[in-house]
């Protein structure tokens, strides 16, 4: 664990927060009611007085505070703290440096900037409600940042806050010897904010709960949700928290490409790691004495390689939530969701009230809607759990060089509905796994042949390797090069494991069949597109960029959006004149942004055809495509709908079929007024 004696403070600015006790009682109760302070050039703070508001107000300039303070509220709740204490909107190239503020709403928040340093600043006791109970109550508290880009922060302070560290729609920032410990809501949180790197902060103690409380409130050290992709989270301590680090997918829309390398998320009240997103790996962290190590959940396409989980779900410490048999936990668990393409490699996994790794398809089913899919498990440390390895509802599993000690109900829990799960025999003469390399289209036309070449995968060893390819229809194929035709639209989860004789790797497409043919609406037809709901706008285009049927998709951006059902209709001229005579279903696909944390409400699309205003059907679909993709990948990806036009099972009709089809809409709702996104393409009428 990232011991707090390791925490990398400058010897000075150690001092100095030594000595912030007594500095925050020998400066004046408060400057709130001074003038704000606006700042357009180099500025040296006196650090003898107290200071009201300031407002940076030019580019390229720099302010050291020199330890002056900026006082908010006289007395009160921090719960009722009003103002920012420092503020700049659309300025650049600027270094704030320190400098100290307390008792306002926000210490920090700064928009529409790049290219800032901010350093050695402490923005502790600002809002702060530790009784507050489910739920947000906005952004506020130590840092709040909003589309800044290309900036630093370093070592600075922000504790007993509601936010230590919050990123909206900022990328490429590097944050880093910081201390945003001790917070009531998050230590930092990251939303659509991208390719920044997070090394070396103090992330602790994200947590707010009340003495015998279960869930700590959804409290965490770290939270990231909402499209924050690509991002690198290094050496950081994690620790103490709700969760530790929290990937969380509220509105269908995933973060990705995540590295957590040496990070300590231990002793979370929950779970150390949490995650309900693809294609995030986690490499060398430390995920021990938690409920859980890593709770990976819809998680798909996920790396875990030479983690600790360790101790997990104890009785006589955090055993919150247990989900396993015999009020069993975990080191490592997937499960209520699907985790197909995984790979689980050197983990040390001791002394878990549980499964070391468990992976578990859908129990509400016994894995008929989905299950642990295209997974590879070795060389894993599993020693002292009640079973090393637990598995349920699994298919395609490739195990080899775990080392199993002491478990004490079994090394491997085949708990049933297991199909192709392959231990391979130790061979010492092999040592390092090869590697998979899946080259081929994530597209291709339904009836074409379609070419998935294995041939560039390599072992380091120059061992002879084997192939196995699932590609998702239900062929199961072994060559290096596979040549395929698909004969149905769709979604295929396309997967492929090398073998090297003991150990494996594997690669995978997401890969899309689509119909080749002409479409209703959505091939350069933006321009015919309208709207019903007089309290939004609807703004279409042609997007030649995100599309997956003919050159382009029909982009739907809704904003302002009045939280209502938005139709969108087609043709605006209402005069399609299509003839529904022996037509049996609408087909299109559907991508879609929706960025309110609850999403979509209720059962849609809705489809609806007209002849004329007193003369329609409504097709309206008893779940909801939207939030309940066809396919986890869908949330990410494109979903293909077919919409029986008598209705069946899955799609009611209300009203007679026209007998010609003038024009149509398609209803999106959402529980939340937020933009939508909303892309239809290859839409027709078979």
């Known amino acids: 664990m990232i011991g707090k004696s390791a925490r990398p403070l400058a010897g000075q600015w150690a001092v100095l927060s030594a000595l912030v006790?007594?500095?925050?009682?020998?400066?004046?109760?408060?400057?709130?009611e001074v003038p704000a302070?606006?700042?357009?050039?180099?500025?040296?703070?006196?650090?003898?007085?107290?200071?009201g508001r300031i407002v940076i107000q030019a580019s390229g300039i720099t302010i050291d505070g020199r330890g002056a303070w900026l006082v908010g509220a006289k007395q009160g709740s921090p719960k009722d703290f009003k103002q920012v204490a420092v503020s700049a909107k659309g300025v650049t190239r600027v270094t704030l440096k320190n400098l100290n503020a307390k008792a306002w709403e926000t210490g920090l928040q700064i928009e529409d900037g790049s290219g800032w340093l901010i350093e050695n600043c402490n923005f502790s006791d600002n809002f702060h409600d530790p009784d507050f109970g489910w739920g947000e109550v906005g952004r506020r508290g130590g840092i709040v940042l909003t589309r800044v880009h290309q900036s630093t922060l370093r070592k600075n302070k922000a504790n007993?806050?509601?936010?230590?560290?919050?990123?909206?729609?900022?990328?490429?920032?590097?944050?880093?010897?910081?201390?945003?410990?001790?917070?009531?809501?998050?230590?930092?949180k990251l939303w659509t904010s991208c390719r920044n790197v997070i090394r070396n902060n103090n992330l602790s103690y994200g947590l707010r709960i009340k003495p015998g409380e279960v869930h700590a409130r959804d409290s965490t050290c770290v939270l990231i949700e909402s499209g924050s992709n690509d991002n690198r989270f290094l050496d950081n301590d994690c620790t103490h928290g709700g969760d530790g680090v929290f990937i969380r997918v509220l509105n269908g829309w995933v973060s990705t490409g995540n590295l957590f390398e040496r990070n300590d998320a231990s002793y979370a009240h929950n779970n150390c790691f949490e995650a309900w997103s693809p294609r995030n790996t986690y490499r060398g962290n430390k995920a021990n004495h938690g409920s859980y190590g890593f709770w990976l959940g819809a998680s798909d396409q996920t790396t875990l390689i030479g983690n600790e989980a360790s101790h997990n779900g104890d009785p006589a410490g955090h055993h919150n939530s247990p989900h396993l048999p015999g009020a069993g936990h975990?080191?490592?668990?997937?499960?209520?969701?699907?985790?197909?393409?995984?790979?689980?490699?050197?983990?040390?996994c001791v002394g878990n009230n549980g499964a070391g790794i468990a992976l578990v398809g859908d129990m509400e089913t016994k894995g008929r809607k989905w299950r642990a899919f295209h997974w590879i498990i070795e060389q894993n440390v599993l020693r002292e759990n009640r079973w090393g390895i637990y598995v349920q509802y699994a298919d395609w599993i490739d195990m080899a060089a775990n080392v199993y000690q002491n478990n004490k109900e079994a090394e491997l829990r085949n708990d049933g509905g297991v199909t192709n799960l392959t231990v391979h025999p130790d061979d010492p003469k092999i040592t390092q796994p090869p590697r998979a390399v899946l080259a081929g289209p994530s597209a291709g036309?339904?009836?074409?042949?379609?070419?998935?070449?294995a041939s560039g995968s390599t072992d380091p060893g120059r061992n002879a390797l084997s192939f196995r390819w699932d590609l998702g229809d239900g062929t199961i194929a072994r060559p290096r090069r596979v040549e395929h035709v698909f004969k149905a639209p769709g979604f295929y989860r396309v997967g492929l494991t090398v073998n090297n004789g003991l150990f494996s790797d594997l690669a995978w497409r997401d890969f899309y069949a689509v119909e080749d043919g002409p479409e209703l609406g959505t091939e350069g037809q933006a321009a015919d597109w309208g709207w019903i709901d007089p309290q939004s706008k609807v703004r279409f285009s042609d997007d030649r960029r995100v599309c997956i049927a003919g050159r382009s998709s029909v982009l739907a951006h809704v904003e302002p959006y009045s939280g209502m059902m938005v139709s969108l209709l087609y043709p605006a001229s209402k005069k399609a004149g299509v003839s529904l005579t022996g037509k049996k279903e609408l087909v299109f696909w559907v991508k879609a942004i929706d960025e309110n944390v609850s999403a979509w409400q209720g059962p849609q699309p809705v489809v609806t055809l007209y002849q004329s205003e007193k003369q329609s059907a409504v097709l309206a679909?008893?779940?909801?495509?939207?939030?309940a993709r066809p396919n986890n990948e869908d949330r990410e990806g494109w979903s293909y709908l077919v919409v029986p036009l008598a209705g069946n099972e899955q799609w009611e009709r209300k009203g007679e079929l026209p007998?010609?089809?003038?024009?149509?809409?398609?209803?999106?709702?959402?529980w939340g007024a937020p933009p939508l996104w909303i892309w239809i393409d290859g839409m027709s009428i078979r």
């Open 37 to 51: 302070l606006e700042i357009t050039k180099d500025t040296v703070l006196d650090p003898a007085k107290t200071y």
């Open 330 to 348: 975990a080191g490592i668990v997937f499960m209520f969701g699907p985790s197909s393409h995984t790979l689980v490699r050197s983990n040390t």
């Open 445 to 453: 036309k339904v009836g074409q042949a379609v070419l998935l070449d």
């Open 659 to 670: 007998a010609t089809l003038n024009w149509l809409t398609i209803g999106f709702d959402s």
């Open 621 to 627: 679909p008893k779940v909801d495509f939207m939030s």
């Open 160 to 188: 007993r806050v509601w936010d230590a560290c919050d990123l909206v729609n900022s990328n490429d920032n590097v944050l880093e010897e910081n201390d945003f410990s001790h917070t009531s809501n998050t230590c930092l």
């Open 21 to 32: 006790p007594f500095l925050v009682s020998a400066v004046p109760a408060t400057a709130a």
